[in-house]
């Protein structure tokens, strides 16, 4: 699976929207981008995933680049309880490849709301 | 849906016991199941993937004989940590993957703590 790097932190405004980036330069024609988020003392919670184009649901929306190399998870609206360390992971999903079961996590994006 | 329990939350236990940690798919049949670790302020390191009646293969560096995967039922796999040691003291997640889907649906965790 293709190595994504993420920042380690960032602060943003509660009510405004949060931009979180994420760069897989090396990703292959057949992974998708995979969106989770992990509240301390919990287990992750899957947020989106698309392959090459814009993702909304009522999470959040993804927005992958042209080339693909990197992409941006946006919370529309930041709340406190969106406070939570996100992680960006690419890989081929499961259905195409046998090998595809894993998920590796990275360090991910500590995100702190504040009021 | 898609809701997977772990049992029990958190647990305490003398060094040289050994504990057993069940995770359930409440809702869905898990055709595979996993199991992570985490330590205090770090990523989700896999610990091994279970296929529902075959044996469990681990990660690299991941003693099958400490920790013991069973993964009987198509909505339960546990993972039995044994002679447990202060070092093994850390956050246990399950996950699971309903059949004939790519996402992962994580517990809630589990947090042992070896004395």
């Known amino acids: 699976d293709a190595k994504t790097t993420q920042p380690p932190s960032m602060d943003c405004a509660e009510g405004r929207a949060a931009n979180l980036p994420c760069n897989h330069s090396?990703?292959?024609?057949?992974?998708?981008v995979y969106w989770y988020r992990q509240i301390h003392s919990q287990g992750p919670q899957y947020i989106i995933h698309?392959?090459?184009n814009n993702e909304t649901n009522e999470m959040a929306s993804l927005i992958i680049t042209e080339d693909r190399k990197s992409s941006t998870l946006i919370l529309p609206h930041a709340t406190l309880r969106d406070t939570a360390v996100y992680y960006c992971i690419v890989r081929v999903p499961i259905l195409i490849k046998a090998a595809g079961n894993k998920l590796t996590f990275g360090g991910g994006t500590r995100v702190l709301v504040k009021p | 849906g898609a809701v997977v329990s772990q049992h029990p939350s958190w647990v305490i236990c003398k060094s040289g016991t050994s504990v057993k940690i069940e995770c359930r798919s409440l809702?869905?049949?898990?055709?595979?199941m996993f199991w992570y670790r985490q330590f205090p302020k770090q990523s989700l390191m896999l610990m091994a993937t279970s296929n529902e009646g075959s044996k469990a293969t681990y990660e690299q560096g991941v003693e099958k004989d400490k920790f013991l995967i069973n993964h009987a039922s198509l909505t339960l796999s546990t993972l039995t940590v044994t002679s447990a040691h202060p070092e093994d003291s850390s956050f246990y997640i399950c996950?699971?993957?309903?059949?004939?889907?790519?996402?992962?649906?994580f517990g809630p965790g589990t947090r042992l703590t070896v004395l």
């Open positions: 090396t990703i292959s024609g057949n992974e998708y």
């Open positions: 698309g392959l090459k």
């Open positions: 996950s699971a993957r309903p059949r004939g889907l790519n996402e992962q649906f």
């Open positions: 809702d869905f049949q898990a055709t595979t």
